[in-house]
């Protein structure tokens, strides 16, 4: 039995699962920890390589370990479920990870700093206030409803209708009615204050970052995607090209292919949901202006004359990719195309 060289290290709240092997492939550890015992267990080993699926908390824990000296390597957990070899429970998870961590062809993730994180959890918060706002709006608008009051559609609809709740000569709305819709009013403008002082947190994270600034001069990029990508992609040269980007965002087509034969359908909407969703909204935002005011994008012209304006924001949202790639690989900024490309 040789040296310990390779551990999988199946993560959990309090109870953490160990699984080791040495050079050979033969097994020399498998042990259960608590959640107190996991640093001083580590900090008595010799340098080692540690694989952790990347999920949750998982950052944190490649940061205390590479901080001790080892190696860890953070892998998506889809890639490590084809290792698991008969039934789910925690010693099989290490044992799995254990596997997987040591195949060559295998893809990492990159350990982000808490920086990154803190980031990231600012999109987070205003992902999840944005909902709430739309629910309340939602609930607004149908508890009106009930009683024959309706707005149309959008923002101004939707002011329309708490400026009658706001309004107590109105005769439409009960006394109990009111103080109900009084209530959801008031959430709808803390959220309002809170989604506006998060954005300018957003805005202030893109402008600090000199990636951040030079993002932010790409069509269909703003403040909030140039920090979402900062702060999503902290290595950009851990891909090989800016299609490997795009396809890790989900912007690629989706491939059923066999015996020779190619089959492409849509994108395959894996990877980077929030990444691909601003993207896409960018994209669409480039379309509507190109169709209003032109554009000096030849390529962007012909792709329109061809294809359905969906179609044609997914391709352009994929195109944008692989320039945010280029852009953060090299030091230098977006030029616009020439007017003689397109003429």
């Known amino acids: 039995m040789g040296e310990l060289t390779t551990i999988g290290l199946d ?25 107190r015992r996991v640093l001083p267990f580590f900090a008595k080993l010799p340098r080692c390589l540690i694989g952790i699926e990347a999920c949750a908390t998982s950052h944190h824990w490649a940061r205390e370990l590479l901080a001790l000296g080892h190696a860890v390597r953070l892998m998506p957990p889809a890639y490590v479920k084809p290792y698991v070899k008969r039934q789910k429970n ?3 998870d290490a044992e799995a990870i254990c596997e997987a961590v040591g195949r060559p062809t295998m893809r990492f993730v990159e350990a982000k700093t808490v920086e990154q994180q803190s980031i990231l959890m600012l999109h987070r918060v205003r992902l999840m206030l944005t909902r709430q706002r739309t629910q309340l709006g939602n609930a607004v608008r149908a508890h009106m409803a009930e009683l024959g009051i309706v707005a149309p559609i959008g923002r101004k609809g939707l002011a329309s209708l708490l400026a009658v709740i706001a309004d107590a000569s109105d005769t439409r709305l009960p006394a109990t009615t009111r103080v109900c819709l009084s209530m959801l009013a008031a959430q709808l403008q803390l959220l309002a204050a809170q989604i506006l002082e998060n954005d300018r947190a957003i805005r202030e994270t893109a402008q600090s970052s000199e990636p951040g600034r030079r993002l932010m001069e790409i069509p269909g990029i703003g403040p909030l995607l140039a920090s979402a990508f900062v702060a999503s992609v902290p290595d950009p040269q851990m891909f090989k090209s800016g299609r490997n980007l795009a396809a890790w965002i989900g912007l690629v087509p989706k491939q059923n292919s066999s015996g020779g034969k190619e089959r492409l359908g849509g994108i395959s909407k894996q990877g980077n949901r ?3 969703q601003l993207l896409v909204v960018g994209a669409f935002a480039v379309i509507r202006h190109a169709e209003r005011h032109g554009t000096k994008r030849a390529w962007l012209i012909k792709l329109m004359s061809r294809r359905p304006t969906r179609i044609a924001a997914v391709a352009l949202a994929n195109k944008t990719a692989r ?21």
């Open 11 to 35: 993560i959990a709240k309090s109870v953490f699962q160990l699984h080791g092997i040495d050079a050979a492939g033969e097994v020399v550890l498998r042990q259960r920890l608590t959640r």
């Open 323 to 343: 320039m945010v790639w280029a852009i953060m690989t090299s030091d230098e900024r977006y030029r616009e195309p020439k007017v003689a490309a397109a003429m």
């Open 274 to 276: 929030y990444l691909r």
């Open 90 to 92: 925690d010693a099989a």
